[in-house]
């Protein structure tokens, strides 16, 4: 394994330990909720999403069950819509597209780290096409909570 492979198994398992985000907060402003389930193996999350009055979501919060890269990934994009101080829906769009298009590419295009932040750690995964509804888990719930708000 190579030391960057090595590194973003590293990351996965840390968020995985240590999730950003979870448990479902509820803030003030426009709140949108979904429930996922990934019927092969099991996984589910619960994320919320808070919008502000300007449109810009504001955070995620989730709670989930599942392997540890569904998990992370959860984590991940908790903690990548936290570093903005309220992320334009159409930069919100265009990640969960970015995420989509790599993780579909079975490994022919990486995840930006400057992009994505420690979600990038997830690139390898496009590589078995049965994670990649694992790691997909929470980026799927957050477009649809996006979309009922």
Not at 29 to 45: F, K, L, W, Y
Not at 83 to 105: V, Y
Request: contains cysteine; glycine residues 10%; proline residues 3%.
């Amino acid at each position: 394994m190579s030391g960057l492979e090595s590194l973003y198994q590293e990351l996965i398992l840390d968020h995985s330990k240590r999730p950003q985000g979870r448990g479902l907060a509820d803030e003030e402003g426009r709140n949108a909720t979904s429930h996922q389930r990934n019927p092969i193996c099991g996984d589910e999350i619960t994320l919320r999403v808070r919008v502000g009055d300007d449109g810009a979501v504001r955070d995620v919060t989730w709670e989930g069950a599942g392997c540890s890269i569904s998990q992370a990934s959860a984590s991940m994009l908790a903690a990548l819509v936290a570093e903005e101080d309220g992320m334009p829906r159409a930069e919100a769009s265009a990640l969960i597209d970015g995420f989509r298009e790599a993780l579909r590419s079975r490994g022919e295009l990486p995840l930006d780290e400057e992009v994505f932040g420690d979600a990038a750690a997830l690139s390898g995964v496009s590589k078995f096409t049965a994670r990649v509804k694992c790691a997909m888990l929470a980026w799927v719930a957050f477009e649809d909570a996006l979309a009922r708000t």
